[in-house]
């Protein structure tokens, strides 16, 4: 088996030829597709020079994709940081044996992971600006940025407790009794010796996770935040360039999280000599890819669903 | 409370759940029979194909459901006039099964792909000197098994398929999202109760579809 894949042998000379026709085929297939596409398009009058030009120009960045960049980057970034600490909680939480509390922290976890974020989002919305904001404590224009930060800090701090909950899980009881056994508490064994190392596991899965936040942070624009979208859209507004605007904005966000997915790989191989724990990862809310060997690391994933997607 | 219980039989809530059910079940469907046909494409040793399947994988995964949902209403139908239905609400609800099904077919693939990945090269090997060819053994040794390998990553997907029916809110669908918007923003003081109500329902549909795919998974693990 040279080519890698269970369903196909190694092809011979007749096989070989038939995929050589088959790959010509397609190739022609997918140019004349391409070509249809284009030739309607073009008939639309979408491919004029300006206005592409409109949507990418100095003005553009300037004045709509910078500044719009900024704020999805922004909020991120923070609901990053804040959903490290609500999953390093509540993870630690569900794995103390103080079973009431751990109880309680079961219920929050899989709450914040059975409801769409964009429920979430909506909710946070009103509640910052018709609730909040009329007390004075915050601004009413900064209730979407604040209610996408909480929304997406309560969801993907859901998955991290999970994350760390698994990590922890990874490493083997050994670790946890030895700690046990020099007369630390099962707190001081958690604090000191298992979450930092399942941590080390984590981090590729941490920056996985990054890429599904920022992904969600585009649902900031249907409760009316100022993210790249909606700065896209605008400027698709004052040009009349929709089309070619927001396929610039996807065009950001799908290299922002190409690139993010490569570091990821870089990262979970580097880590990989540097634990006992499994540093592998998937791509982001993608199954696991491990080959022909349904081993330890892929069954810990399947068995906290890792496998969880947003848009 | 009694405003509660008197607001509920003023909006539609549960066709506004139904509406999203329906999301579901259709993009399901659509996404899973594209996903596979994405997976055959990768798994197949014609080098154009795997191209395509890769290539479609990494742009649709990296693209927000939002962007795809903003580009079905503002792009494929505002500006390139591309019309599925002379109903309006169709014509939205149409566009919404096909941004979601776009969308959720890249996630499809790779959970068929890890299915099939967990299937032994031994399997495959055996088939073949039992005198089975190409298609028998594909059809009738490799994926039963890849599909029991799947059924985790599948279930999570159609979980995550369900939740993210609620931004089709995004292409002008009255699903429950949107119903919710509208019903807060008359009714504030009861934002809570409207806001439980409507996670709650979230939670009788997507705790059931997780425990059943645990379930499954359980009954259907190929025994090594």
Not at chain 1, 74 to 102: D, E, H, N, Y
């Amino acid at each position: 088996m040279s080519s890698g894949s269970v369903l196909f042998d190694a092809p011979g000379p007749k096989a070989r030829r038939r995929i050589f026709i088959t790959n010509m085929i397609a190739v022609i297939l997918l140019a004349a597709i391409v070509a249809l596409v284009l030739w309607q398009l073009g008939n639309q009058g979408q491919l004029a020079p300006h206005r592409w030009w409109n949507a990418v120009n100095g003005t553009a960045w300037q004045h709509y994709l910078v500044p719009g960049l900024i704020f999805t980057l922004q909020s991120a970034l923070i609901a990053l940081v804040t959903s490290l600490l609500f999953g390093l909680i509540f993870g630690f939480i569900r794995l103390m044996p103080f079973v009431p509390l751990r109880a309680l922290a079961t219920v929050v976890v899989e709450f914040f992971r059975a409801v769409p974020v964009l429920v979430l989002m909506v909710f946070f919305y009103s509640f910052f600006s018709l609730v909040v904001a009329p007390t004075g404590a915050m601004d009413a224009r900064d209730a979407p940025y604040f209610s996408v930060i909480t929304a997406l800090t309560l969801y993907n701090g859901a998955v991290i407790a999970e994350l760390v909950r698994s990590g922890v899980r990874s490493l083997g009881k050994g670790q946890r009794e030895a700690a046990l056994t020099i007369g630390m508490t099962r707190g001081q064994s958690l604090r000191l010796v298992e979450i930092p190392q399942a941590l080390v596991v984590m981090l590729p899965a941490l920056m996985s996770q990054f890429v599904i936040i920022l992904k969600d942070s585009a649902l900031g624009y249907i409760i009316g935040f100022a993210e790249l979208l909606r700065y896209s859209r605008q400027l698709g507004a004052g040009y009349g360039n929709i089309m070619q605007s927001i396929v610039i904005a996807a065009i950001i966000f799908i290299m922002l999280n190409f690139v993010l997915t490569w570091l990821t790989q870089i990262l979970s191989r580097r880590l990989s000599s540097r634990t006992s724990g499994d540093t592998t990862v998937e791509n982001p809310g993608m199954a696991k890819q491990t080959l022909k060997d349904p081993s330890r690391s892929s069954r810990i994933r399947e068995d906290i669903g890792i496998a969880e997607d947003k848009p | 409370m009694d405003g509660f219980i008197s607001l509920l039989g003023d909006y539609a809530v549960v066709e506004a759940f139904w509406t999203n059910i329906r999301l579901a079940f259709f993009s399901c469907i659509a996404a899973f029979i594209l996903g596979f046909v994405l997976a055959l494409f990768r798994i197949s040793p014609v080098p154009s194909l795997q191209w395509v399947g890769t290539a479609y994988v990494n742009t649709v995964r990296n693209t927000p459901l939002t962007v795809i949902m903003v580009m079905g209403t503002l792009v494929i139908w505002g500006q390139l006039n591309v019309t599925f239905s002379s109903d309006f609400e169709t014509n939205f609800f149409i566009l919404a099964v096909w941004g979601l099904s776009l969308y959720h077919a890249p996630f499809f693939c790779e959970a068929i792909r890890s299915g099939v990945n967990t299937v032994p090269v031994g399997q495959a090997e055996a088939a073949r000197s039992i005198g089975l060819s190409f298609l028998p053994a594909a059809r009738l040794v490799v994926f039963p098994q890849a599909l029991r390998g799947a059924v985790t990553p599948i279930g999570n997907t159609v979980i995550s398929l369900t939740k993210n029916t609620t931004v089709a809110a995004a292409a002008s669908v009255t699903d429950i999202s949107a119903v919710m918007q509208s019903m807060i923003e008359l009714n504030p003081n009861l934002m809570i109760y409207i806001f439980l109500t409507v996670a709650f329902g979230f939670c009788l549909i997507v705790i059931p579809i997780g425990l059943l795919t645990t379930w499954l998974s359980n009954r259907l693990a190929v025994d090594r």
